[in-house]
């Protein structure tokens, strides 16, 4: 767009917004690639309802487990809330209030869950204690400018029910506000005097019984906030904790140590501080695979290296759950993009379902599944020539395998938690302590070839009869919730073994009384006799060397287990049709979450194709397109200089490339505007580039800039 003028100037012109980039569905994905088929549509909606029931079984999860440490909390801020306004003409009530109850919340090292923490904390403050809940960011409060600023703005959002005319007021202090704690103190009392106490309330349960409600503020990542900030803050609050009830959450990534780092004696003297530790990241962890993958509610299942992939990144990078709740998501994305048998990764009835509308293309793909072809291999030349020609035969077999594979997982994961039970409190743990231990042990191969498994067996031949009754009776509980007949039965042969030692009980008394009888009749003898009869019992011992009842009986269910063990655990690879429910494909997981900047940007800006899939960027290696974008042109040719780079060596060598694409508009405007356009993209490339941290300016040669990188990246 061209302008004319008598002098300089700036002109403005608004943007078209008729003209607006259309956004692709997402299912519209599935349809495109090399894996598109005529089912990519079912795929993808049955993606979306399996993520959607895994992603509100998390949230349940997450409620349930921050249950009491929110209820404590409110717990606390109630007590503390009452004790400020009780006895508060006494002398020991007038050191109360100049105290601020402070609630140090340990939150871990999981810093990218803290955000979803404390939003459901403020949620549940709002609804059951008071409206008045702030959370600030030290990244917003540099100063105790910002700092009070947003504070005041926030509180001034929050949602009371008050009259219009109440509204109206708050609406004009909060134009003419001076921020303050005296103008903050005032707010406060105005707008708490003139709300009416039986009026009711929605979102406030308990703030009814209290003269006013107080004012939560959360500080979400303490450590962060400079000292100066929060010590004026807190003895500036102790001055006026009278007419602006206030109470401190501290969200504590570290120790409660930091408090005493940051405030000295004299702040922190001002604070009565209590703390409150939060579930351990991998308790959590835990009990989300528990839930979402140690379970037959949801079909989709992670191959031993996926799972590894995923919980390596958790335990060693970011111990964040919100993460690998997105890489399993980025899993179950991926496995139903990639596989086009994923049609099949549903609830039982619905994928027999599903079995009868295949088509010709899916009936081949599962003929050439590697467990499909195994299990083929196994079975007789008729049964093999009708899985292989018939479709019909192969859809009906199909319905066999696909519930057999739901009966397999059923069995295997009840058995999974009994062999936990019974491996989790052996010393030293040879096959973990947690069950995600254990059941990547069990899908990367057969577990009982394992030496681990061996020397679990040895311990189990030494345990005490207490502590064996014990593991038995919460084996008993896993089988117990079982419906199948096998396991049933399994339960009722566990139930027999606890009956069994419990009747030991019985024999072991009898032989404790007829040992202190011959003990008695010991005592009488002199030395040389009681020598004489401990050498004749220790040699009918050595002689006999039979075993005890509870002996016989331990080894019984010693071998119990390793037969429940060989006949349950076997790893799913060799399960027919185990590809449609597993996504193993750990190693396009790996590239998209183990992120390698560096060769993604020499990817990207040496080859723009890779990322872009414009066919005008197909080029052969070591040309340089013309229509490429300017970074990608000024990269490609800073790759072909030396330490230093000559500014206009470079920019000429830019220009004569750009310009080949750009001759044919070349009567549309002058070269020297052209010249001028083309200069600019230059240094506009070139500034990108530094900013990349792939060049930096020099003072060696005028008109130079060093390179900084080599070797392609």
Known sequence: ?????????????????KKRKISVPIEDYFNKGKNASEDSKLRFETYQLIWQQMKSETERLQEELNKNLF??????????????????????????????????????????????????????????????????????????????QKLVSQLMDCKVDVQSKEKESVQVIQKNVHYSMDSLSAWYMSVTQKTDPKMPRKKRTFSSQWHSPPVVLIL???????????????????QHLREFPLILIFGIATSPVVIHRLLPHAVSSLLCIELFQSLSCKE???????????????????????????????LYHDFSIQNFIKGLQLSLLEHFYSQPLSVLCCNLPEAKRRTHFLSANQCENIRRLPSFRRYVEKQSSQKQVALLTSDKSLKE?????????????????????????????LPKYPLGRQIRELYCMCLEKNIWDSEEYAS????????????????????????????????????????????????LDAETKEEEDTSQSQSKGLQKTDLYHLQKSLLEMKELRSTSKRQTKFEVLREQVVSFVDSLVREYLLPPDTQPLHETLYFSSAHTLRQHLNAAPRIALH?????????????????????????????????????????????????????TVVTAAEKMDANSVTSEERNEVIHARFIRAVSELELLGFIKPTKQKTDHVARLTWGGC
């Not at 400079?226 to 003895?235: A, N, Y």
């Not at 199909?398 to 491996?423: D, I, K, P």
């Not at 039965?489 to 069994?500: C, G, M, R, S, Y």
């Open 603 to 655: 990817t990207a800006l040496n080859n723009p194709y890779y990322y872009l899939k414009n066919e005008a960027l197909r080029s052969e290696e070591g040309c340089i397109p013309n229509v490429a974008p300017d970074i990608c042109i000024a990269y490609k040719l800073h790759l072909e200089c030396s330490r230093l780079i000559n500014l206009v060596d470079w920019s000429e060598a830019f220009a």
């Open 220 to 238: 979400k990542d303490m450590e962060s906030f400079t000292t100066k900030v929060l010590q004026d803050f807190i003895i500036i609050s102790s």
């Open 71 to 148: 209820d404590s909390l409110i717990e606390f801020l109630q007590t503390s809330h009452s004790g400020l306004w009780k006895n508060s003409e006494d002398w020991s009530g007038e050191i109360k209030l100049r105290e601020i109850p402070t609630a140090a919340l340990i939150l871990g090292v999981n810093v990218t869950d803290h955000d979803l923490t404390l939003r459901s904390l403020t949620e549940v403050l709002q609804n059951n204690v008071t409206p008045y809940v702030v959370s600030l960011q030290a990244k917003d409060c540099p100063d105790m400018k910002h700092f009070l």
């Open 1 to 17: 767009m061209a302008t004319s003028s008598v002098s300089k100037g700036c002109f403005v012109f608004k943007p078209n917004f």
């Open 284 to 314: 959590h962890l835990t009990t989300v695979l528990d839930k979402l993958l140690l379970t037959t509610q949801f079909p989709f299942k992670l191959s031993e290296k996926v799972l590894q992939i995923l919980t390596n990144i958790f």
């Open 456 to 503: 679990v067996l040895q311990l189990l031949r030494l345990l005490a009869k207490d502590e064996l009754m014990a593991m038995l009776q919460n084996c008993f509980k896993v089988f117990q919730s079982s419906s199948a007949k096998e396991l049933g039965n399994t339960a009722k042969k566990i139930e027999e073994f606890l009956a069994q030692f419990q009747s």
């Open 397 to 425: 077999e199909t319905q066999s395998l696909l519930e057999n594979l739901h009966v397999y997982h059923t069995n295997y994961f009840l058995v999974l938690r009994c062999l936990h039970q019974f491996t989790s409190s």
